[in-house]
């Protein structure tokens, strides 16, 4: 079972409990999950996982996954720093990669221009394939800096929940939220309506958005986060980081 920070909750357990044979105690399971900053569906407080399984099943093994096979080095060790690891909470990949790209914005009039011209230009890259990015936001298309350009001279913008209907003639991006997104991975990542990063939930969504970008990542971000990604980065030329 994947996804396991979110699951492990006692009603979930008590019924795999009931559903597997065995039990928990005496089945065969194995349960994979992210318990740095994924678990981002409230639980009413923090929970320590190892707890509440224990409180079912007392005996099981537990290993850790230390190694980021997903991202390219600079996306893995820059989504640790904005989202506000004090520590590398991985081994980063061997990959290097290019540069994240990073796009300031003022306002929403600002943002939907840049957001547009960074779609303009990946639209416009024949190395680029429209299939392969997908635009994130915090917010649904209708609220997100994506809104105003579903449709543009250049290129449309569609729903990832919402089916094709035709073969589109424009190239074509696809649009989630970063929380219908967690799981899932797309070699090329538009992260948008980056508007605060200052507590645990922003920096959470944050570490969930950025993340699921294989190898290259653009994220769209307000000016007033200037400061808190100016701190981020201080991070990385401390003992600590190292």
């Not at 290259?216 to 400061?227: C, D, E, K, Q, Y």
């Amino acid at each position: 079972m994947d996804e396991a920070q979110d699951l492990i909750k006692p009603a979930v357990l008590q019924m795999l409990d009931a559903w597997l044979k065995g039990g928990l105690a005496k089945g065969r399971w194995a349960f994979f999950g992210d318990f740095h900053r994924q678990a981002i569906y409230g639980t009413g407080g923090p929970v320590n996982p190892h707890e509440v399984l224990a409180s079912i099943c007392s005996n099981y093994a537990r290993a850790a996954l230390r190694q980021n096979c997903r991202n390219t080095r600079r996306i893995g060790e820059e989504t640790a720093l904005l989202s506000g690891f004090e520590s590398p909470p991985y081994r980063m990949g061997q990959v290097d990669g290019a540069p994240v790209d990073y796009v300031n914005y003022d306002d929403s009039n600002s943002q939907r221009a840049a957001l547009e011209r960074v779609l303009v230009q990946m639209a416009s890259e024949g190395d680029i394939k429209p299939a392969d990015v997908v635009i994130l936001s915090r917010y649904r298309l209708e609220e997100s800096a994506a809104a105003g350009l579903t449709n543009t001279t250049r290129f449309c913008i569609r729903s990832a929940d919402i089916p094709a209907s035709a073969r589109p003639r424009k190239p074509m991006f696809l649009f989630a939220t970063a929380q219908a997104f967690k799981g899932m991975e797309s070699k090329i990542v538009v992260l948008c309506d980056v508007d605060r990063i200052e507590n645990e939930e922003d920096r959470s969504l944050l570490y969930v958005a950025m993340s699921r970008a294989r190898s290259l990542l653009t994220v769209v971000l307000h000016t007033r986060t200037r400061m808190a990604v100016r701190e981020a980065f201080r991070k990385k030329l401390s003992e600590q980081w190292r």
